[in-house]
């Protein structure tokens, strides 16, 4: 019989992390093997949502190391949900590393990536898991490429694959949160993985190219049931080509960590966003002027903008906020030897499930310790899809698969 695991989910009282209080109170009645508490900042906030839940709850700031050190103790994972991660990602992990604690977040901002992936080492010397990005999209297309990547391999073609590329749908209706993380996204250049030769040796290293050089058309599979692209006779699904460009996406970072987990010598990684042409326009004004964000004024001036916004969606827009992910795979003659495209509902409910999951399998096996890749440690979750079950990709679904 499996143990329980003791799970602290700090920023608890944020959108994304009030969505995973939810799914882990259900979890603890309907499929067990977790004890979650609630943890933030803001007793009062917490202590309503954990009574909603019937939830254990501790209050405490990050400004002292000795009480989050104190905090963590007894618990064997953090997940941190608390935004913007540039501000907590970093010290949370580091207090999970020293009281030997499993860490696992949602993060999407590829900097903090980047620090939070600096702490491998250190980490896989204490025997403790690091597991950033374990939400929807960088998930979902970490799961996507581990699985494709498999395949190939018994296939017996895994070393003819060349190009990784991953595109995903714009979401219909944003928190606060993604609205800030997509602001940190606007730069003057856009993340990329590509092959060279450094000391001698082949490895396929990060590198940069300027905003709106890169752009490529994707299908998204035909128009969805809502009609999100409805033609004159929405009975008459089309399959639309759509133009997306090349983004700041953690995906890039978690495709490349997967890729050399495989053993496959991948030449370039890409990670794409499909937007209409005026928000590709602005997009690339934005990356243009994105020095003048960092001035203190046009700082406050968008964060009262997104303070404006509502916290994120309700219920009734949950329901509507579908998405499609695409994972194309090449060879060395620029022939798709992977073509797939995946369907979801609310990418924020489904963070919360993605996000529970990964903390239950954090640092499980020996083999799953330093830093890894959502993939490493969700296992095969592609395998078997079906809707309306209890499943942690409950929704999903293949709208190509070849």
Same mark, same amino acid.
């Given at each position: ?15 994304? !992390?009030?969505?995973?209080?939810? &799914? ?13 508490? #609630?943890?933030?900042?803001? +007793? ?9 839940? !019937? ?16 905090? #963590? /103790? ?31 977040? =949602? ?6 990536? +980047? ?36 395949? #190939? ?5 895994? /070393? ?19 609205? %800030? ?31 709106? +050089? ?14 999100? %692209?409805?033609? $004159? *006779? %929405? ?20 495709? %490349? ?11 370039? =990684? *890409? ?24 001035? $203190? ?32 795979? &090449?060879?060395?003659?620029? /022939? +798709?030897?992977? *073509? ?31 830093? /890894? ?6 296992? $095969?979750? #592609? ?20």
């Amino acid at each position: 019989m499996q143990r329980t695991r003791r799970i602290l989910v700090y920023g608890a009282t944020g959108f994304s !992390g009030r969505l995973i209080a939810r &799914e882990a109170a259900r979890q603890q009645k309907t499929r067990g093997g977790i004890e979650v508490v #609630l943890a933030s900042r803001d +007793k009062e906030a917490l202590a309503r949502i954990a009574r909603e839940c !019937g939830l254990a709850w501790r209050a405490f700031s990050l400004d002292d190391p000795h009480r989050v050190a104190a905090a #963590l /103790q007894g618990f064997e994972v953090l997940l941190n949900a608390a935004g913007p991660f540039d501000q907590t990602g970093e010290r949370l992990a580091k207090s999970a590393i020293g009281a030997q604690c499993h860490y696992v977040d =949602i993060n999407g901002e590829v900097d903090v990536y +980047k620090r939070l992936d600096d702490l491998d080492y250190i980490a896989a010397s204490r025997g403790i898991a690091l597991v950033s990005g374990a939400g929807h999209t960088a998930a979902l297309s970490d799961l996507m490429l581990d699985s494709a990547l498999g395949q #190939l391999k018994r296939q017996g073609i895994a /070393q003819e694959a060349a190009g990784v590329r991953i595109a995903v749908e714009r979401m219909r209706f944003v928190s606060r949160g993604s609205a %800030r993380t997509m602001m940190r996204m606007v730069r003057e250049q856009v993340t990329v993985a590509r092959m060279r030769s450094i000391d001698g040796k082949r490895q396929l290293a990060l590198s940069h190219i300027p905003v709106g +050089k890169l752009e490529r058309a994707f299908d998204f599979g035909p128009d969805d049931e809502a009609g999100r %692209r409805p033609g $004159p *006779d %929405r009975q008459q699904r089309t399959h639309a080509q759509r133009i997306a460009s090349a983004a700041n996406l953690i995906d890039t970072l978690t495709a %490349r960590h997967t890729a050399g987990r495989h053993g496959v010598p991948i030449e370039s =990684i *890409d990670a794409f966003i499909a937007m209409p042409e005026l928000a590709r326009d602005a997009y690339q004004l934005g990356a243009i002027v994105a020095f003048g964000f960092q001035l $203190p004024l046009l700082q406050q001036l968008n964060e009262a903008q997104i303070d404006a916004l509502p916290e994120g969606p309700d219920a009734s827009e949950r329901r509507k906020n579908t998405h499609r992910v695409v994972l194309e795979v &090449e060879d060395r003659y620029r /022939q +798709k030897v992977i *073509d797939w495209c995946l369907a979801t509902g609310d990418p924020y409910e489904l963070s919360a499930r993605i996000a529970l999951e990964a903390a239950r399998g954090a640092g499980l096996q020996p083999s799953q310790v330093g830093w /890894q890749t959502p993939a490493a440690v969700l296992g $095969p979750l #592609l395998d078997d899809l079906r809707a309306g079950d209890d499943a942690p990709l409950a929704g999903c679904r293949w709208i190509r698969h070849f």
